[in-house]
């Protein structure tokens, strides 16, 4: 009886197995069975002529109840549009021309697809549509089709970039960058109004000579990093932090001049190495540092003049003053960094800096903060510390909007609206975030525009010479200036 049951048993399992294995090994030629794909298109965006794209995934199944042979699998231009793909490790390359024989795809399995492209030039000033077709041929002798698409920018392609002698920076294309762009000691870099430079990853600026970056209002000019996809579908790389090392003043570079532009998505914005402070070491004015993954404004013993100017989420601090001299006029200080809830202050100022072995001594003899909002999510953003009593710590703080505990220090502090608990009972604390149109923390959207909410309005002073006619925009400011670097603008009421 016992043998009898086993014989059962394994006569069962045997047929179990030829089936399962006759299932997983037919293949049909009937038109009826398709394969099924994770997208019918492959989008690149818009992208830089001759610049390798990022890769692109696509998932192709057989949901048929049939195992699919595909006769062949090919990109239909072949190499004439750029794309390069590889379907399950098989690359579509020249050798094979553009193609691969006898894919085998079995009942409920899948492959892999990845796409590349380096687009060809186009000899165009605007963006062109290339596009291809990855064309699956199945035995039954039914095509099916992915679409491969792309706008291909011409770009002029800048590598390892030295500027020995006073240069003018201008093109109507693109200006891709690769590797670090360096101005010598003796030389000035001049940007021309509405240039755009793209950092390529960890690509930078190192100034040891003069940067003059003189936008307009409506010809900003833009440092930013290279990647124009996304990373969600909400999310493009370029509100990333990270995409680029960003812009370094050293030792030997004075007078340099930002106006009109805008630095984003980089690691440290711009830093101001230790130098002379009888000399400017730049004129920061109608800009924005923002998205940074270090610091957005670091000076060490320097003197920046900073006006009209933006400078928001950081993971380090977003303005950082280590002694020497700093104006901030009218300036929107915020520190909504998304990426990481252990974030920097919106302003930090001190006489000196401890880089972990050596606490470093520099006179802070200016730290005036007029006319602007410094502002966050934390309680506390603005952090004052002295390093050495025995040295210069000068500052003030008049007509700003503080989030920070109230303090009464006399001259040092006027006409200061505190986000602090303690002013709850006086009606003026709230959310930082409640002074501006947008903080969407979530979908990293910022607008630093002011809500018609924000105490900022009205709340600016004339006095000593401490006004700026004009916003970051170009926009006249009334004759009760708001705080920060925008002028409130009354939304426009639609007619009935």
């Not at 293949?27 to 398709?34: E, M, Y």
């Not at 394969?35 to 492959?42: A, W």
């Not at 030792?251 to 190495?273: A, K, L, R």
């Not at 009209?308 to 002694?323: E, F, R, W, Y």
Request: include cysteine; aromatic fraction near 10%; charged fraction near 25%.
């Amino acid at each position: 009886m016992k043998y009898s049951v086993n014989k059962f048993l394994l006569a069962f399992a045997a047929t179990v197995i030829m089936s399962a294995c006759t299932d997983d090994d037919s293949f049909t030629t009937s038109p009826d069975h398709l394969l099924t794909f994770s997208t019918d298109t492959i989008s690149m965006d818009t992208v830089f002529s001759r610049v390798p794209t990022s890769r692109r995934f696509l998932w192709v199944y057989n949901k048929s109840g049939d195992g699919i042979r595909c006769s062949n699998v090919r990109l239909a231009n072949g190499n004439q549009s750029g794309f390069r793909v590889n379907v399950d490790g098989t690359y579509l390359g020249k050798e094979s021309g553009f193609q691969t024989a006898n894919l085998e795809i079995r009942n409920k399995d899948s492959v892999f697809v990845n796409v590349e492209l380096t687009s060809p030039m186009t000899n165009k000033l605007d963006p062109q549509l290339i596009e291809d077709n990855l064309v699956f041929r199945l035995e039954s002798g039914v095509e099916q089709k992915i679409n491969l698409n792309a706008y291909s920018w011409d770009a002029e392609i800048l590598k390892d970039l030295k500027v020995s002698h006073d240069t003018l920076i201008s093109s109507d294309r693109p200006i891709v960058v690769y590797g670090n762009m360096r101005i010598d000691s003796l030389a000035t870099a001049t940007i021309a109004p509405g240039t755009t430079l793209y950092f390529h990853s960890k690509a930078g600026l190192d100034v040891y000579g003069r940067l003059v970056a003189e936008g307009t209002p409506e010809k900003n000019i833009v440092f930013r990093g290279d990647r124009t996809d996304r990373m969600f579908d909400y999310l493009p790389y370029d509100m990333v932090s990270g995409q680029w090392n960003g812009i370094r003043f050293h030792s030997s570079s004075y007078e340099n001049v930002m106006n009109f532009t805008d630095v984003h998505s980089t690691f440290n914005g711009i830093v101001c190495d230790s130098s002379d402070v009888s000399r400017l070491k730049l004129k920061f004015y109608n800009s924005i540092v923002h998205n940074c993954q270090g610091y957005g404004l670091r000076s060490v013993n320097s003197v920046v003049d900073v006006r009209n100017s933006q400078l928001t989420n950081t993971l380090n601090d977003c303005v950082a003053i280590h002694g020497g001299g700093a104006l901030l006029l009218n300036c929107t200080i915020a520190q909504f960094y998304p990426f990481d809830s252990n974030r920097g202050a919106a302003l930090r100022f001190s006489n000196g800096e401890n880089d972990g072995e050596t606490l470093h001594k520099y006179p802070l003899y200016q730290m005036d903060c007029i006319n602007s909002i410094v502002t966050g999510y934390a309680d506390d953003v603005v952090m004052g510390s002295v390093a050495d009593s025995t040295i210069s710590y000068t500052y003030k703080f008049q007509n700003c909007i503080l989030r920070t505990d109230s303090i009464d220090n006399g001259d040092n502090i006027k006409n200061v609206i505190w986000e602090d608990a303690d002013s709850v009972a006086t009606d003026t604390v709230y959310g930082g975030e409640k002074n501006f149109k947008l903080v969407d923390i979530n979908k990293q959207h910022f607008d630093f525009h002011l809500s018609n909410v924000s105490k900022a309005i009205g709340k600016g002073t004339k006095e000593d010479n401490y006004y700026m006619p004009t916003d970051r925009e170009g926009r006249k400011r009334d004759d009760e200036p708001d705080l920060g670097c925008y002028e409130y603008v009354e939304p426009v009421k639609e007619q009935e």
